[in-house]
């Protein structure tokens, strides 16, 4: 789960992680309100999306004076934001950060996310920081430092040391530095952060460190550990069709493809989705119902797919182990019926009583059409659509 630049600064603070004074604002009398607030100009409005690259963007702008502050916030609020990580559709701007302005001597890199080589929380940190930060990793890779902590362990002050003395940073910035990092560690452990990014660290001219941005993504596996950080979730920033999913304990991803699938298991969901490309078609999703999927979890899961106008085919690929075949063949029947399928849908079953569950299709007089094998199964959802 992500959350925006805002909440994760109010997280930060809460920590010891140095932070500029800022104001969120849902219009632009609250944009001039926090501005004013704020004691001081320049400052600092910042467009609040789930993505990168707001500043090149143009949702990030320096305003001087509450006139320039309600100019920028009447141009971002409702805009449509593009930037690289958006896609070319973008993503409306409807929450503005004002923040206080900053005397930058450096701009650095720090992140904190999981590395599941090893098995540890990975530290990295540049000091190329600010916009150009991928260009760094794809051309200049050494200037990336990596430090990984074993979270048995803890982070060590002899790692802190190393990620400082790697930034090059002067001595008085160093006491700093450390607990800013220390602190950071802190939040991801005990916050279940999947990922922490701060770009740009800035070093300030007075040999101060602070978290100019702030970007944090949560495990949503733990998040029934952490109901506060649940208030935090902003549903409009997430597609709608997720969103309904997630209601009705569907995992659910969407694509740009145009065949649509059911499959209970997330490792089968990825084959499936695998075997679709490879037989000429494209999947329109991610969808793994379960491994003890009901006949109404099969139901959404049919009429969520099938809002999508991409789809032009389903397919049922399913494993009869915790779920029986026929009791499966029962729920995709009668979710047909509920849900007036128009498309063609393709079904792949195996496990406990299969020949029962095929033999419950095939009675169902629904366009539905069953598969021997995978292979059979793409082979037939491949024509379908073409």
Known sequence: MKIHEYQAKQLFAQYQVPVPDGRPAFTVAEAVAGAEALGGYPVV??????????????????????????????????MTL?????????????????????????????????????????????????????????????????????????????????????LDLPKAAMKGFSSLLAN???????????LVEINPLILTADDQVMALDAKVDFDSNALFRHKDLLELRDLDEE????????????????????????????????????????????????????????????????????????????????????LRCDVFAKGVVEAAKKTGVTVPVVVRMEGTNVEEGRQILADSDLNLTSASDLADAAEKIAAAVN
């Not at 999306?49 to 990030?60: L, P």
């Not at 890779?141 to 990620?163: A, F, S, T």
């Open 184 to 194: 950071l560690y802190q939040f991801f452990v005990a916050s279940d952060c999947s």
């Open 45 to 78: 409005v910042k467009a609040q999306i789930h993505a990168g690259g707001r500043g090149k963007g143009g949702g990030v702008k320096l305003a001087h004076s509450p006139e320039e502050v309600e100019t920028l916030a009447t141009q971002m609020l409702g």
């Open 82 to 166: 593009v930037t690289h990580q958006t896609g070319p559709d973008g993503r409306i701007v409807k929450k503005l950060f004002i923040e206080a302005g900053q005397q930058i001597a450096k701009e650095l890199y720090l992140s904190l996310l999981m590395d599941r080589a090893t098995a540890t929380v990975v530290i990295m940190a540049s000091q190329d920081g600010g916009m150009d930060i991928e260009e760094v990793a794809a051309k200049t890779p050494e200037r990336i430092i990596k430090v990984y902590v074993d979270p048995l362990m803890g982070i060590q002050g002899y790692q802190l040391r190393q990620v400082g003395f790697g």
């Open 239 to 322: 597609d709608p069709m997720e969103v309904e999913a997630s209601s009705y304990n569907l995992n659910y991803i969407n694509l740009d493809g145009n065949v649509g699938n059911i499959v209970n298991g997330a490792g089968l969901a990825m084959a499936t989705m695998d075997i679709i490309k490879n037989a000429g078609a494209s999947p329109a999703n991610f969808m793994d119902v379960g491994g003890g999927a009901s006949a109404e979890q099969v139901e959404n899961a049919f009429r969520i797919i099938l809002a999508d106008p991409k789809v032009k085919a389903v397919l049922i690929n399913i494993f009869g182990g915790i």
